[in-house]
């Protein structure tokens, strides 16, 4: 994160969405996250529209368009994405393509295994058509917030303000996968992201090369994470079949008071000055 703002959270709010932005040399910031939206995106609407606009036909700018927004603002899962779109799965291969070699967009593994397949135990009508699923990313954050908010028409700033926390949930998870491997060390890094299966998303699951498997979520939210998230999350890793050593919380706005007198070993409480240590 590179902003001048000594308060944490106001550094998140605005790597959450003027990442990437294309005229970043112009930007003149000041603390109030929403007048940097309407001085710098809202007015300047017509001149960002041209770094999101691509060398092609109309009807296939279109496809990347809808393709774009529903990577945006739905679960980000590959099939799911073109299927709701009605993209026939030849056409969306090659969109894809596009997008990956443009840089735009990235992919996330899934880490979901297999359905096993017996003889003796046929699989369940139910998840006989279930496929596994890698999800999207966008590259830089204010893409996202483009094709969020913004590629269809100037948005309104209140409606912006109404849903800016739910936007930049998906931001402080991607920080809070960071905080963990900045914490365990990257050269102790197997691998790390999210999970999610066809029962369960878990914000962030890290396996480390000595063998330590670490299970996190992330909130932010204006209330303070109770004991209720951290069984829910322990739930999701039970039945998910997880066998996790560590389970770390990330949180906006502070812990409840029982969270913190438990004083587990095997539970991390990171609040939000804990990313200072991300801050450059």
Request: net charge positive; with cysteine.
């Amino acid at each position: 994160m590179q902003f001048p703002y000594l308060d944490i959270q106001e550094a998140i709010e605005f790597y959450a969405i003027f990442d990437g932005y294309p005229l970043l040399h112009t930007l003149q910031f000041n603390t109030d996250i929403f007048e940097c939206i309407q001085r710098y995106i809202i007015e300047k609407h017509e001149a960002l529209q041209k770094y999101f606009l691509f060398d092609t036909d109309a009807d296939f700018q279109a496809d990347l368009t809808a393709i774009l927004s529903r990577i945006a603002k739905g679960d980000r899962k590959i099939y799911s994405t073109f299927q709701k779109e009605k993209i026939s799965q030849i056409r969306s291969k090659h969109l894809f393509q596009v997008l990956f070699s443009l840089g735009i967009i990235q992919k996330e593994k899934t880490r979901e295994k297999p359905l096993r397949r017996l003889k003796s135990h046929p699989i369940k009508k139910a998840l006989r058509h279930y496929v596994i699923q890698d999800k999207l990313y966008f590259q830089n954050n204010f893409t996202r917030f483009w094709f969020t908010y913004c590629y269809q028409k100037v948005p309104e700033l209140l409606h912006v303000q109404n849903s800016l926390d739910k936007f930049t949930s998906f931001c402080f998870e991607y920080l809070s996968n960071a905080l963990i491997i900045h914490q365990v060390g990257v050269e102790n890094i197997e691998d790390y992201g999210s999970y999610w299966d066809k029962n369960n998303e878990i914000d962030l699951l890290t396996h480390t090369k000595d063998g330590i498997v670490i299970a996190g979520e992330s909130k932010w939210k204006n209330t303070k994470i109770c004991k209720n998230i951290l069984n829910a999350l322990e739930q999701k890793c039970f039945r998910a079949g997880l066998h996790v050593n560590k389970f770390a919380l990330f949180s906006k706005s502070g812990f409840s008071k029982e969270l913190m007198e438990q004083k587990r070993e095997d539970v991390w409480l990171f609040d939000i000055t804990a990313f200072k240590e991300l801050y450059d």
